[in-house]
T-cell receptor, first 116, second 113 residues
Framework: DAGVIQSPRHEVTEMGQEVTLRCKPI?????LFWYRQTMMRGLELLIYFNNNVPIDDSGMPEDRFSAKMPNASFSTLKIQPSEPRDSAVYFC??????????????FGEGSRLTVL | AQSVTQLGSHVSVSEGALVLLRCNYSSSVPPYLFWYVQYPNQGLQLLLK??????LVKGINGFEAEFKKSETSFHLTKPSAHMSDAAEYFCAVSEPGRRALTFGSGTRLQVQP
């Protein structure tokens, strides 16, 4: 089975530019999560979806960040405008209904964002 | 609110030595607990999980962890370290019915030859 697929793996952009990160969850998984990893703050939950509906977006830093899940096989995380402090590795993870209540997640390889 | 504390951001052991990575949790209800491993430039991979069954949990690659409610701990151990165990290890907690995980700050394990 294919795992969680994220793109791009690496992105370097200039401050003020729009950044879009993409995620394809594992087929059949109905919960999707976006996490951000930095040296200073570790792994932080940004938002998660259940059946394509955002359930908890309390971790989204500010209005510059937005996430969508238009269908069960695709999600985006958008930053507009980007700032240097947004530089981080962004992970997407998914899980299936049977594992949902135990919180076991399957992670993608991450998108490393550098904002200059 | 749930939280996890990992004692020691870096641990160094010799190949063949015991590995002990410490994790303490805080949760208002009986938690689910996890250890994940992250190799360089990769995503997180589940090592093992505790979901209120046996308190001693065995995972992949020879790792195990013991849930101790009285100590609110879930330490990760491996009897004999291998060079391939060098990675960053994350303890995580979730509450039943809540899908999202809360992660600790991570412990980087170095294995010396």
């Amino acid at each position: 089975d294919a795992g969680v697929i994220q793109s791009p793996r690496h992105e370097v952009t200039e401050m003020g530019q729009e950044v879009t990160l993409r995620c394809k969850p594992i087929s059949g998984h109905n919960s999707l999560f976006w996490y951000r990893q930095t040296m200073m703050r570790g792994l932080e939950l940004l938002i998660y979806f259940n059946n394509n509906v955002p359930i908890d977006d309390s971790g989204m830093p500010e209005d510059r960040f937005s996430a969508k899940m238009p269908n069960a096989s695709f999600s985006t995380l958008k930053i507009q405008p980007s700032e240097p402090r947004d530089s981080a590795v962004y992970f997407c993870a998914s899980t299936e209904k049977e594992r949902a209540n135990t919180g076991e997640l399957f992670f993608g390889e991450g998108s490393r964002l550098t904002v200059l | 609110a749930q939280s996890v504390t990992q004692l020691g951001s870096h641990v160094s052991v010799s190949e063949g030595a015991l590995v002990l990575l410490r994790c303490n949790y805080s949760s208002s209800v009986p938690p689910y607990l996890f250890w994940y491993v992250q190799y360089p430039n990769q995503g997180l991979q589940l090592l093992l999980k505790y979901t209120s069954a046996a308190t001693l949990v065995k995972g992949i690659n020879g790792f195990e962890a013991e849930f101790k409610k009285s100590e609110t701990s879930f330490h990760l151990t491996k009897p004999s370290a291998h060079m391939s165990d060098a990675a960053e290890y994350f303890c995580a907690v979730s509450e039943p019915g809540r899908r999202a995980l809360t992660f600790g700050s991570g412990t980087r394990l170095q294995v010396q030859p």
